[in-house]
């Protein structure tokens, strides 16, 4: 049974540096792209970042880039979020998910349908 449980999240500051986690597994970690996205209260669920595979390409929203990096480690079966310089605006429910992709994942990692794996979730909350 495949399971992502999230982790990290909380109450934090304005301006603060927390680092989410998420850990796999159930799965061959290391043959799934991973991603994370979020869901703000009253809005949509909005892409955030996403992992390929070997770690070596990274795609992140307009919204997030130059603050949030992914990483992952494919020895420890985690996939990690770090949030730099949190805004109000970023309040919202973080999810990780895992594809096992395919040729096209690349073209478009923002596609939620295209995870076939979903974490419970948790929730960041910015204090301003």
């Known amino acids: 049974q495949v399971q992502l449980a999230e982790s990290g999240g909380g109450l934090a500051q304005a301006g603060g540096s927390p680092r989410l986690s998420c850990a796999a597994s159930?799965?061959?970690?290391?043959?799934?792209?991973m991603g994370w996205f979020r869901r703000a209260p009253g809005k949509e669920r909005e892409f955030i970042a996403a992992?390929?595979?070997?770690?070596?390409?990274?795609y992140y929203a307009d919204s997030v880039k130059g603050r949030f990096i992914i990483s992952r480690g494919n020895a420890k079966n985690t996939v990690y979020l770090q949030m730099n310089s949190l805004k109000a605006e970023d309040t919202a429910v973080y999810y990780c998910?895992?594809?096992?992709?395919?040729?096209?994942?690349?073209?478009?990692?923002?596609?939620?349908?295209?995870?076939?794996?979903w974490g419970q979730g948790t929730q960041v909350t910015v204090s301003s």
């Open positions: 992992i390929s595979r070997s770690g070596e390409n990274t």
């Open positions: 998910a895992a594809t096992g992709g395919g040729s096209g994942w690349s073209r478009r990692p923002w596609y939620a349908n295209g995870y076939d794996y």
């Open positions: 159930g799965l061959a970690f290391s043959s799934f792209h």
